[in-house]
């Protein structure tokens, strides 16, 4: 669907990788290694989107250092699109809001990092309704060609997971 509105690959993969965990940053020849693309197909969507104002960059080292720029315009617009894109935008709408005692959602694995997966990993911390729970991913599993696996932890025990860290994304909180 998104590959049909941005004929780049390399540009819809950057998308996913910086947009999604706006906390993530990456450097050139790391994301081309990442993508299995050339570094120059990468530079030059690179330039562009920090041209537009979509990314921003430091210098650390003698690398430069890539991250979207929350303060553009459109970021939030372009997050939801590529959290409809990934069919996490299903799971916050039909899944969290109605399974009770919840705290926080955190996504993690490979989509937490921007990269395309056909498995959805979430972090549950609190104590939803398990029943329920299995009823509703099986129900968002029809409706988006993903997988949902999922862990749950207590308010308690979650207080020794270490989830503020850019490999995990906050889905969502009380």
């Known amino acids: 669907m998104l590959e049909t509105l941005i004929s780049s690959k390399t540009r819809v993969k950057l998308l996913l990788r910086l947009f999604l965990n706006p906390g993530s940053k990456a450097y050139l020849r790391g994301l081309a290694d990442e993508f299995a693309e050339s570094t120059n197909s ?24 890539f991250q979207a720029n929350q303060e553009y315009p459109l970021f939030g617009e372009i997050r939801k699109i590529l959290l409809k894109y990934t069919g996490l935008q299903e799971i916050i709408d039909n899944v969290i809001e109605e399974l009770g005692d ?29 029943h329920f729970l299995i009823q509703l991913i099986t129900k968002v599993e029809t409706l988006i060609p993903k997988k949902v696996q999922y862990l749950i932890y207590s308010t308690e025990e979650s207080e020794t997971l270490d989830l503020d860290n850019d490999k995990s ?3 969502w909180h009380e």
């Open 42 to 65: 990468v530079r030059v969507e690179l330039n562009r989107f920090e041209e537009a104002g979509m990314l921003s960059s430091d210098v650390v080292g003698n690398k430069k250092v």
């Open 169 to 171: 994304l906050l889905l």
């Open 102 to 130: 919840l705290r926080k959602v955190y996504l993690i694995g490979d989509l937490a990092l921007g990269k395309q997966s056909n498995i959805i990993s979430l972090i549950i911390i609190g104590n939803p309704d398990r």
